[in-house]
C-alpha cells in the first residue's frame, strides 16, 4: 500500500510570498501531524489533526500558518508572507485513531530566499 | 511538559562494535517512547516503540530500547553495528492521550567506520 506523500518535495519561494504545502495521508488514517524540522534538529510538533478537524493547533508559531484538511484526508499547510526563518523541512505524518505510532512522509524541504 | 534529551549528538563506532545511543526523556504521566531512523534524503522510520508492559524493547534491523523508570532513560542498543546502520536517530515522547503527537529530541548521527 502507498505511504504517506507529500508534494512538493522541494519548494523555493522569495521572502513574502505565499506557499502551500500538501500532505496525502495513509488510506484510512484519521489522524494527521505536521512537523517542522530545521537543520540539525529534531522534528517540531505544529499541529494535528483528527479528522477534519484541528485538534491540536499549539505547535504553529504565529498566524502565519494555517493548515486544513476539509475532506479529513488531504491536508494543506499554508505559509503568508513566507520569511528566511520558514525555511525548514516540513514533515507529514499519519496514523490510526488512537494509535500512537505515526507514519511519515519524506518531507517538504522549504528554502525562503 | 514533555522532553526529550539525546545525549551526543554524533557517535562513531566501527563495524561489528556495540552501537549505544542514549535518551533520556521527562514526563509528567507515563509516557509511550519511540525511537525513529532517517537515512539521508528519507522521511522518518520507526524502529520500535514503548507504550506498557515489557520494558526490554525488540525493533527492526537488530536494535533495541529499555525503559528505566527510574532514570528516565530509553537508551537504544545494537550488539554489532553494520555498514547500513549509519543514519540519524531520533528519540521522541509522546503524552497525548489520544494520538501520537510527539516531542523529539535533536537526534544522534551514527557513523559506522570499516
Known amino acids: 500500500g502507498a505511504g504517506v506523500s507529500q508534494t512538493p518535495s522541494n519548494k523555493v519561494t522569495e521572502k513574502g510570498k505565499y506557499v502551500e504545502l500538501r500532505c496525502d495521508p495513509i488510506?484510512?488514517?484519521?489522524?494527521l501531524y505536521w512537523y517542522r524540522q530545521s537543520l540539525g534538529q529534531g522534528p517540531e510538533f505544529l499541529i494535528y489533526?483528527?479528522?477534519?478537524?484541528?485538534?491540536?493547533d499549539s505547535g504553529l508559531p504565529n498566524d502565519r500558518f494555517f493548515a486544513v484538511r476539509p475532506e479529513g484526508s488531504v491536508s494543506t499547510l499554508k505559509i503568508q508572507r513566507t520569511e528566511r526563518g520558514d525555511s525548514a523541512v516540513y514533515l507529514c505524518?499519519?496514523?490510526?485513531?488512537?494509535?500512537?505510532?505515526?507514519?511519515f512522509g519524506p518531507g517538504t524541504r522549504l528554502t525562503v530566499l | 511538559a514533555q522532553s526529550v534529551t539525546q545525549l551526543g549528538s554524533h557517535v562513531s563506532v566501527s563495524e561489528g562494535a556495540l552501537v549505544l545511543l542514549r535518551c533520556n526523556y521527562s514526563?509528567?504521566?507515563?509516557?509511550?517512547l519511540f525511537w525513529y531512523v532517517q537515512y539521508p534524503n528519507q522521511g522518518l522510520q520507526l524502529l520500535l516503540k514503548?507504550?506498557?508492559?515489557?520494558?526490554l524493547v525488540k525493533g527492526i534491523n537488530g536494535f533495541e530500547a529499555e525503559f528505566k523508570k527510574s532514570e528516565t532513560s530509553f537508551h537504544l542498543t545494537k550488539p554489532s553495528a553494520h555498514m547500513s546502520d549509519a543514519a540519524e536517530y531520533f528519540c521522541?515522547?509522546?503524552?497525548?492521550?489520544?494520538?501520537?503527537?510527539?516531542?523529539f529530541g535533536d537526534g544522534t548521527t551514527l557513523t559506522v567506520k570499516p
Open positions: 505524518a499519519s496514523s490510526l485513531m488512537g494509535a500512537r505510532e505515526q507514519f
Open positions: 488510506s484510512g488514517h484519521t489522524a
Open positions: 489533526f483528527q479528522g477534519t478537524g484541528a485538534a491540536d
Open positions: 514526563s509528567s504521566v507515563p509516557p509511550y
Open positions: 514503548y507504550t506498557t508492559g515489557a520494558t
Open positions: 521522541a515522547v509522546s503524552e497525548d492521550t489520544n494520538a501520537g503527537k510527539s516531542t
